[in-house]
């Protein structure tokens, strides 16, 4: 399995790169939203990879962060979603946008989607919705490579330093955990906290809480 590639981008298409890797070429499919991202041309790239095999194919799908690539993992498990229709919402929301979209129940926004019609959005938000939570959580921006000879890097066992997660994405783990130890259910902290982050954005932690404390707070 290649679960990661280095190298440098010997072109780019329309939905996919081929990354050369020392001599040898790897062509890496990426949503538009990640190759609006990439480098240009002649540059040096990392992405996380998911290597698909079928009986008469072979494709490699490429990643900047971990969260996207388990996005994807999750989404390609929900029935009628195969990889390209995965890139499809990937790239029409990107994984902080689905993991909102999916906590708050928002099948539209994932039906927003080139090729995705009602019935598989609404099943991506009812087959992942207690996926949310944990994914919100999730980090892991693929530092730049560097050097003058790029290498095939296959996940090695010692990890690199993971980058410091981003204050928004702290604050809505942390509010989760507090509801959650306060004996809220995971899909319905993670809809508070989601609706809570999107009203205010720049929220810290206990705002977060308290925002979402409200939204919980029997009506009536």
């Known amino acids: 399995m290649i679960g990661k590639l280095t190298g440098r981008i010997d072109y780019r298409a329309a939905d996919h790169v081929l990354v050369d890797t020392g001599g040898v070429g790897y062509v890496v499919y990426c949503s538009d939203r990640t190759l609006a991202a990439l480098p240009g ?8 990879t998911d290597l698909v095999v079928r009986e008469d194919l072979m494709q ?18 929900v029935q009628g979603v195969g990889a390209k229709a995965s890139l499809a919402i990937l790239g029409a929301l990107g994984p902080d946008g689905l993991a909102r979209a999916i906590a708050l ?45 790029p290498a095939e890097v296959i996940e090695a066992p010692a990890a690199a330093p993971a980058p410091a997660p981003r204050a928004e994405t702290t604050a809505q783990s942390d509010a989760l955990s507090a509801l959650g130890n306060l004996g809220y259910a995971p899909s319905d902290a993670a809809r508070a906290v989601a609706q809570a982050s999107q009203d205010a954005p720049e929220a810290e932690t206990s705002a977060l809480i308290r925002a979402a404390l409200k939204l919980l ?4």
């Open 105 to 149: 129940g928002d099948w539209n926004s994932v039906k927003a989607a080139k090729g995705i019609g009602p019935k598989i959005a609404q099943r991506v938000v009812l087959d992942l919705k207690d996926k949310a939570p944990g994914m919100m959580a999730m980090g892991g921006t693929v530092a730049q490579a560097s050097g003058d000879t």
């Open 41 to 48: 041309t002649g540059e040096i790239v990392a992405l996380y």
């Open 217 to 220: 707070a029997p009506k009536g």
């Open 60 to 77: 490699l799908f490429g990643f900047t962060t971990l969260a996207e690539k388990e996005w994807h993992r999750l989404l390609t498990t």
